[in-house]
């Protein structure tokens, strides 16, 4: 089953800051990955955090602690076009580097 | 590039039909992998491909059959559809460096099984 955990649903108003947290249960993982879907259309990469600490890319940033089995997506400057599904995942050292999603937090951006 | 395309874009099928979900891509990827989606749901790993000649199940490989012949192709067949089988079929490939990642996906096959 899944080990990977995420909230279902966060709602944001516009040019605020969102966090979507995904903890996990599992060790021996090279990295964590974030993806973002629009209205079932295909996902889309958005970061890869394979040490611990904060990725930055623009408005996204992305944060792991191994430590802490937990990681986070920060969201700035919301627009109304982030409006999406948000999945963490995990590639497992015991499971020959595949890569294993969340159940997605959808998110909804209002003005 | 065209990345990674999959045929076709829906399909119908009567249960215990058998048919193939192309997926091709042109980035010269090693990795490749077949996901279903369902309402609500996450994406689920149904098979794997760390290159051609290999393949791995992944979470939910039952009823489902892969081949890897060429870096390019992967195709997903269903052996006896299923209504259980209804879902959003993705393809994707991925590379790796020493820092990251990164997984591209095609646009989807939607399959209905009555």
């Known amino acids: 089953g899944q080990s990977l955990e995420q909230p279902s649903e966060v709602t944001a108003v516009e040019g605020a800051i969102v966090q979507i947290n995904c903890t996990y249960q599992t060790s021996g993982f090279y990295g964590l990955s974030w993806y973002q879907q629009h209205d079932g259309g295909a996902p889309t990469f958005l970061s890869y955090n394979a040490l611990d600490g904060l990725e930055e890319t623009g408005r996204f940033s992305s944060f792991l602690s191994r430590s802490d089995s937990y990681g986070y997506l920060l969201l700035q400057e919301l627009q109304m076009k982030d409006s999406a599904s948000y999945f963490c995942?995990?590639?497992?050292?015991?499971?020959?580097?595949?890569?294993?999603f969340g159940q997605g937090t959808e998110l909804s951006v209002k003005p | 590039n065209a990345g990674v395309t999959q045929t076709p874009k829906f399909q119908v099928l009567k249960t215990g039909q058998s048919m193939t979900l192309q997926c091709a891509q042109d980035m010269n990827h090693e990795y490749m992998s077949w996901y279903r989606q369902d309402p609500g749901m996450g994406l689920r790993l149904i098979h794997y491909s760390v290159g051609a000649g290999i393949t791995d199940q992944g979470e939910v490989p039952n009823g489902y059959n892969v081949s890897r012949s060429t870096t390019e192709d992967f195709p997903l067949r269903l052996l006896s559809a299923a209504p259980s089988q209804t879902s959003v079929y993705f393809c994707?490939?991925?590379?790796?460096?020493?820092?990251?990642?990164?997984?591209?996906f095609g646009p989807g096959t939607r399959l209905t099984v009555t």
């Open positions: 995942a995990v590639r497992r050292y015991n499971q020959g580097g595949k890569l294993i």
């Open positions: 994707a490939s991925s590379y790796e460096t020493a820092s990251s990642y990164e997984q591209y």
